[in-house]
């Protein structure tokens, strides 16, 4: 996969507002290659650490959820 | 010397001004974020029901904490059932008030939120004021009705929770596609 068509997937995939969203695909083709790399970077890293958070939040309830079961 | 102190004072104010813009900003910035983050649960409607039945559970648990003691008792279960009557009044001008053969937009409006037992018919309620006013407040009537809401509420909460864990759940997993993208950027931590 290409930066620019893994750009495309991540700012499809980030919860952005649709104008935003809309923006960013329009600008893409004239983005440099730096650039390419640095969004992505940002919006990788975005994504990798939502998916964490959301990891912990899962298992904040599970433990809560086992300790109202036994409760 | 008093212009040069006027200046340095306009300076700082200024700079204090600019300081503070920044930190609004900030602010804004880590609001907007939390706000974002938060917005899949808060449209929920699963869990909007359920965060509005805690809220009464929690407000009905110390009403009948307050219903333990016979004259607080007795004025927990009269302002309660005043504020149901208010509720149904509200509801019935709403239902006049509709177009003819449509309904209501089903939304609640603020005395219909005042109701903290909206699963216990006002009849009932009505009953239970009877029965306290007989007793002269010794019957812990409220508890019996916020422990009739709490049947159907505790079931609303619980659904609510298993809701948030379930949109928490879909945003921890990251779609093959999406972790391929991400590897191009990140191919040492992109992994959950």
């Given at each position: ?53 959301a990891?912990?939040a899962v ?13 | ?164 864990r379930?949109i928490a759940a879909?945003e ?21």
């Amino acid at each position: 996969m290409s930066p620019r068509d893994a750009l495309k997937v991540l700012i499809e995939e980030v919860d952005l507002e649709p104008e935003q969203k809309k923006a960013l695909l329009a600008s893409l083709p004239e983005m440099d290659d730096a650039a390419v790399m640095e969004l992505g970077t940002a919006l990788a890293a975005y994504r990798v650490n939502q998916a964490r958070v959301a990891q912990r939040a899962v298992s904040a309830i599970d433990e809560l959820m086992v300790a109202g079961g036994q409760a | 010397m008093e212009g040069n102190r006027e200046r340095g004072m306009m300076e700082s104010m200024d700079l204090s001004l600019r300081e503070s813009i920044k930190a609004y900003d900030s602010f804004r910035a880590e609001y907007d974020a939390l706000a974002r983050r938060a917005e899949p649960y808060l449209n929920d409607p699963t869990v909007t029901e359920g965060s509005k039945a805690a809220v009464r559970t929690a407000l009905n648990a110390a009403l009948a904490c307050g219903d333990m003691f016979p004259g607080v008792g007795l004025a927990s279960t009269l302002s309660a059932t005043t504020l149901k009557g208010l509720s149904k009044a509200d509801k019935i001008l709403k239902w006049f008030h509709a177009p003819f053969g449509k309904k209501t937009d089903g939304k609640s409006t603020g005395f219909q939120m005042l109701d903290l037992t909206p699963d216990v018919k006002l009849r009932t309620s009505l009953g239970f004021q009877l029965l306290e006013l007989c007793s002269a407040g010794m019957l812990p009537m409220r508890t019996i009705e916020g422990l009739m809401q709490m049947n159907k509420d505790v079931p609303r909460v619980w659904r609510a929770y298993k809701r948030i864990r379930e949109i928490a759940a879909a945003e921890a997993v990251i779609a093959p596609k999406v972790q391929n993208a991400i590897d191009v950027f990140s191919p040492d931590g992109g992994a959950v």
